[in-house]
């Protein structure tokens, strides 16, 4: 479908084809956001839109999105549902799995490999020179940055993390060049988060942030490794962003691990082996 719009794109009246050229660069935005929105991105009319919809081919907007969606999600629901009270059991497992592959999906698509380059040099820098790697998060930020610390003290890295606000501060406040610190946060939006992540940079050390697009915490660093999410975290408990932060650290860790090169393997065996007598055989 999406190669059937471009190729009717030089047919089409030039403010038909500023919509098809809105479809082309986010179809899965086009397929959920209201005609208003879509006519006021692609500066045209909102009837405009119709007739894009109707000049190759479809019936009207209404029959666009639905083909659209089929398209481009290829089995993979690209609109986010909220798990409502009524739902029963199999439609909150179809709902929160959906959700999460999608996010990851989108995360997949959007994420600034430019971005995650400058922060796993950081990273990996950080630990060639035997310095300190900080991760901070609270309440469900804060389990992501205890499974970041976990991970990268098995590739031998001097990495702590911390969950309490004044541990935080008081953390940052020791730290220095050469030190990395990672924020890590849902909103983008707590005090001592921020507050831990100014202290950081003012003391030299590199600060890298996990955080919303658009809100005050992602400024706030140095590197801005953008997790984006339609997830309504007002009424349930955070899931999507969660997984989405764990995804975002495994990129990282990976990356980094990568970096250090071939003299990991030993010490990653060695403590597989050192690990077998804790376990039944």
């Given at each position: 479908m999406l190669e059937r719009i471009k190729a009717s794109l030089p047919s089409l009246a030039p403010a038909e084809q500023r919509v098809g050229r809105l479809v082309l660069g986010d179809p899965r935005a086009f397929?959920?956001?209201?005609?208003?929105?879509?006519?006021e991105r692609a500066h045209v009319s909102k009837p405009t839109v119709v007739r894009f919809c109707r000049s190759i081919g479809y019936d009207g907007l209404s029959d666009f999105k639905?083909?659209?969606?089929?398209?481009?999600?290829?089995?993979?629901?690209?609109?986010?549902?909220?798990?409502?009270?009524?739902?029963?059991?199999?439609d909150v497992l179809v709902k929160?799995?959906?959700?999460?592959?999608?996010?990851?999906?989108?995360?997949?698509?959007?994420?600034?490999?430019?971005?995650?380059?400058?922060?796993?040099?950081?990273?990996?820098?950080?630990?060639?020179?035997?310095?300190?790697?900080?991760?901070?998060?609270?309440?469900?930020?804060?389990?992501?940055?205890?499974d970041a610390?976990?991970?990268?003290?098995?590739?031998?890295?001097?990495?702590i993390a911390y969950s309490d606000g004044h541990m935080q501060v008081m953390s940052a406040t020791m730290l220095g060049p050469g030190d990395?610190?990672?924020?890590?946060?849902?909103?983008?939006?707590?005090?001592?988060?921020?507050?831990?992540?100014?202290?950081?940079?003012?003391?030299?050390?590199?600060?890298?942030?996990?955080?919303?697009?658009?809100?005050?915490?992602?400024?706030?660093?140095?590197?801005?490794?953008?997790?984006?999410?339609?997830?309504?975290?007002?009424?349930?408990?955070?899931?999507?962003?969660?997984?989405?932060h764990l995804v975002i650290i495994d990129v990282l860790a990976t990356t980094v691990a990568l970096r250090i090169g071939p003299g990991l393997q030993p010490l990653l065996r060695e403590m597989k082996n050192n690990l077998r007598s804790k376990r039944y055989a």
């Open positions: 397929a959920n956001l209201p005609v208003s929105e879509l006519a639905l083909k659209l969606a089929g398209s481009v999600s290829e089995g993979v629901p690209f609109i986010h549902r909220s798990v409502d009270a009524d739902d029963k059991t199999g929160v799995v959906d959700n999460t592959v999608a996010a990851f999906l989108k995360y997949r698509n959007d994420a600034s490999t430019h971005a995650i380059e400058k922060a796993v040099q950081a990273l990996a820098a950080t630990y060639k020179t035997g310095r300190r790697i900080e991760f901070y998060g609270v309440g469900n930020s804060g389990i992501v940055a205890q610390q976990h991970k990268f003290f098995r590739l031998g890295v001097n990495a990395c610190v990672v924020v890590i946060s849902n909103s983008g939006r707590t005090r001592d988060l921020m507050d831990a992540c100014d202290i950081a940079r003012k003391n030299g050390a590199t600060a890298i942030v996990v955080t919303a697009t658009g809100s005050p915490l992602a400024t706030a660093g140095h590197i801005h490794l953008a997790a984006d999410h339609p997830e309504g975290y007002d009424r349930y408990s955070p899931m999507v962003s969660r997984l989405l």
